[in-house]
């Protein structure tokens, strides 16, 4: 257990060190290295993984503090870049770039690679809602994306666990975003970078306006952030997912157009049971011998209708009010407002039918493009169908309302009311629906049937087409609602120090 400090504030004269945390060349954050001498008043602050105010010194646990001026000195963005850079935040994490993700247009941050949901965040010490959709549909997390950095004073991030004091979502450990507390004048900022290709351009906008006196402080925050889009075919290192040339891995899918046929075993008709390629320039009309002479599988190179990092737009308020009520009693609301819109692409609708031969996976006998006579299975992408659009948005809220006590000499106390929502609908089009395509394979009427024969455009009419096509609307909403009471002070006084 740490010891408390005094509720007084202390006159000190100490040695203390300070050593910068190198990430990519940059001082990145710091803690308690370079021999000083300092003499002064220590103000008692919240040190992340602890309820007890104490001053910086004296923190029980290795804490990594990264202060406004590394933050902008850093370079980074967004919440997510910042904290991307971490050297303990390993495999596990990810964000809006990640396209297979089953909570598209988030961001995370896993330290020491133990997963999202085992990391927790927090803004001024209380928790945020959980990211309205679950990453592999069951791991709830934090969504960095809906915390504006343009408030945020400090980052502190508490190396080891602390579920003993939050629980066991902070087994790998806990960051902490501590926003502005007083600030008086009009700051503006406004930044744009862009890449060595010039075609992911980002800008970003912020104003800041405050104001102090003896009955208390306010400020509001408005800021913008804009980043365009960039395929992964505009980068020659993600142009191919084959990336045998390169002394790599060939990561070309095995559902391609033109596709592969598989007979299954037992074939009516004396076919070997096994793969087979439809011919690369096939129009639709092949025949199944032309077929059976081509075994193997066709490969896909899904990467050029893959976005590589996808067009983001973000923008909100945040502001924080305090006033004093009493000498003793001081009443505070913080809140912030985040809209976050993503824009992504994904290749065509794959079909691996012998994986899924109890939905559409059969393309029965009686298919009016079948040259086979009896039941076979296939892989196929359906690129006449177009590729996979999403878009996204976010609309994430907070509200926290206190009031603040002191208590005689030695003792505080406080107590707030916490509101979080974290709402997001993904609209995506061009998706295939399961049921038609089942029924478009069992057709026998070749104006209704699907051909998975051809290759290229061209092959099924556009009214076949239609009838596949679907929306999909995903609509999800997280929240949080917390009420605390906490007070601290000076218990008794002991030989070794304050209890």
């Known amino acids: 257990m740490k010891r408390a400090y005094r509720a007084k504030t202390k006159k000190m004269r100490t040695a203390v060190k300070t050593t910068a945390l190198m990430s990519l060349g940059i001082p990145f954050g710091s803690m308690p290295a370079i021999a000083?001498?300092?003499?002064?008043?220590?103000?008692?602050?919240?040190?992340?993984g602890s309820n007890i105010p104490t001053v910086?010194?004296?923190?029980?646990?290795?804490v990594v503090t990264i202060d406004r001026e590394e933050i902008d000195r850093s370079g980074a963005e967004t919440v997510g870049e910042l904290l991307r850079r971490l050297p303990q935040n390993n495999s596990g994490s990810f964000d809006e770039k990640f396209q297979s993700s089953f909570a598209p247009g988030t961001s995370g941050v896993s330290l020491r690679g133990l997963g999202m949901g085992y990391t927790l965040i927090l803004v001024d010490g209380r928790r945020i809602a959980d990211a309205s959709m679950a990453q592999n549909t069951t791991t709830q997390f934090g969504n960095l994306n809906g915390i504006p950095m343009a408030v945020i004073n400090r980052v502190e991030v508490l190396l080891d666990g602390a579920s003993a004091i939050y629980g066991s979502d902070a087994v790998a450990g806990v960051i902490n975003m501590i926003t502005k507390d007083n600030f008086d004048g009009v700051q503006i900022d406004a930044g744009y970078s862009n890449s060595t290709h010039t075609d992911v351009a980002t800008q970003s906008y912020s104003i800041t306006g405050g104001t102090s006196s003896e009955q208390g402080s306010a400020w509001v925050n408005i800021d913008y952030f804009k980043r365009n889009s960039a395929q992964?075919?505009?980068?020659?290192?993600?142009?191919?997912?084959n990336q045998g040339p390169n002394g790599g891995y060939d990561f070309?899918?095995?559902?391609?157009?033109?596709?592969?046929?598989?007979?299954l075993p037992g074939s009516e008709n004396g076919f070997e049971s096994g793969f087979y390629k439809v011919p690369t320039n096939s129009s639709g009309a092949t025949t199944a011998e032309e077929i059976i002479a081509n075994p193997g599988i066709n490969r896909y190179d899904y990467n050029p209708w893959t976005t590589l990092s996808p067009e983001i737009e973000r923008y909100g308020a945040a502001g924080n009010i305090k006033y004093y009520l009493t000498d003793y009693a001081t009443a505070f609301v913080n809140t912030y407002y985040r809209k976050s819109n993503i824009f992504q692409k994904m290749a065509p609708t794959p079909a691996f039918g012998d994986i899924n031969t109890g939905t559409y996976g059969i393309l029965?006998?009686?298919?009016?493009?079948?040259?086979?006579?009896?039941?076979i299975t296939f892989r196929h992408r359906l690129i006449e169908v177009g590729p996979r659009l999403s878009d996204i948005s976010f609309d994430n809220f907070r509200v926290t309302p206190g009031v603040s006590f002191d208590i005689g000499e030695n003792w505080k106390a406080e107590t707030a009311f916490m509101f979080n929502s974290d709402a997001s609908l993904s609209v995506g089009s061009n998706y295939v629906s399961a049921d038609a395509f089942k029924t478009a394979l069992s057709s026998s009427d070749p104006s209704t049937a699907y051909n998975i024969f051809g290759a290229g455009l061209g092959v099924n009419s556009p009214e076949i087409l239609d009838a596949l096509r679907v929306?999909?609307?995903?609509?999800?909403?997280?929240?949080?609602?917390?009420?605390?009471?906490?007070a601290w002070g000076t218990i008794a006084e002991l030989p070794g120090g304050s209890l």
């Open 36 to 48: 000083q001498d300092y003499e002064g008043e220590l103000a008692p602050i919240v040190i992340t």
């Open 56 to 62: 910086e010194l004296e923190v029980p646990s290795p």
């Open 232 to 241: 992964m075919d505009d980068r020659p290192f993600s142009a191919s997912a």
């Open 252 to 263: 070309r899918s095995s559902a391609g157009n033109p596709g592969s046929i598989k007979i």
């Open 364 to 375: 029965p006998a009686e298919n009016s493009h079948n040259p086979f006579g009896e039941d």
């Open 471 to 486: 929306n999909t609307v995903r609509n999800s909403m997280s929240e949080r609602q917390m009420w605390d009471v906490k």
